[in-house]
């Protein structure tokens, strides 16, 4: 496969805004907007060799880490960073994270390779991360309640072109006029994997609504929601003080009978 169609792949399956450059023999920096906290841009580099792909981040994420004085070898940060490295089969090589390209699938690769990259720059946040599964808690139980049992479903895949769940939706409901996909946004994290996940549902062909509600919309970073803000119709900013109009927003969706 040559760059062009796998920039075009990388376009079709993360987001129409990367491109590949070429720098050195085998060698391509993969632009894209993804970014740490700081602005700052996640590095990727797209790396060819002896008829194998390969994307690493150089050692670029653990030297940002690195600028904020986190230790990674204290607190529960290592576990943490081994477990999230070996969920997505990437390989840590002395602090570079290292994704082998597996069958050609460079959409899917890069995909997982910046949900990684993602996850690990909020290692730091760890006892955020304890708050952020109470409000997928809440965020679940909420819906339950308000959407019967027949017309929702959780952590929706497609079945035939996404059987390894990469791009699952938190809630899929059964609206009267198209299929209503709902996210619970924790973060910055969150909120740049659910713009991909829509992003990638867009190319599928399929007609769906989006809804967002968000822990606190007022945390996340003013590009990110940018960006996730183009993907996505109608937003919560918080579900406590706005449940009576998700309530009602839902019941619209659902029509009379739900």
């Given at each position: 496969m040559n760059t062009t169609d796998i920039e075009r792949e990388f376009q079709e399956k993360v987001c129409a805004e990367?491109?590949?450059?070429?720098?050195?023999?085998?060698?391509?920096?993969?632009?894209?907007p993804f970014t740490f906290d700081d602005g700052d841009h996640y590095t990727v580099v797209l790396k060819h060799s002896a008829g194998r792909w390969w994307l690493t981040d150089e050692g670029y994420t653990i030297m940002h880490l690195s600028y904020e004085d986190i230790d990674l070898e204290r607190g529960g940060y290592s576990a943490?960073?081994?477990?999230?490295?070996?969920?997505f089969g990437l390989e840590?090589?002395?602090g570079e994270f290292i994704l082998s390209v597996p069958d050609h699938r460079f959409g899917d690769a890069l995909f997982s390779f910046i949900q990684v990259l993602v996850k690990i720059s909020d290692i730091k946040y760890l006892q955020r991360e304890r708050v952020r599964s109470l409000f997928m808690e809440e965020f679940k139980g909420f819906l339950r309640e308000t959407i019967p049992e027949i017309r929702h479903e959780f952590d929706y895949y497609h079945p035939k072109r996404d059987p390894e769940r990469v791009?699952?939706?938190?809630?899929r409901v059964q609206a009267i006029r198209m299929p209503l996909f709902i996210f619970g946004i924790t973060g910055d994290s969150k909120c740049q994997t659910a713009t991909n996940i829509i992003y990638w549902w867009e190319h599928q062909g399929e007609g769906f609504d989006v809804m967002a509600?968000?822990?606190?919309?007022?945390?996340?970073n003013r590009r990110i929601l940018a960006r996730f803000s183009d993907v996505c119709g109608r937003?919560?900013?918080?579900?406590?003080?706005?449940?009576d109009r998700i309530r009602a927003f839902l019941r619209e969706q659902l029509g009379n009978g739900a």
């Open positions: 990367i491109r590949l450059l070429s720098e050195g023999i085998g060698r391509y920096i993969v632009l894209h943490i960073l081994d477990s999230t490295v070996s969920a840590n090589r002395q791009y699952s939706v938190d809630c509600i968000f822990e606190n919309q007022e945390e996340i937003q919560f900013s918080s579900l406590h003080p706005n449940r």
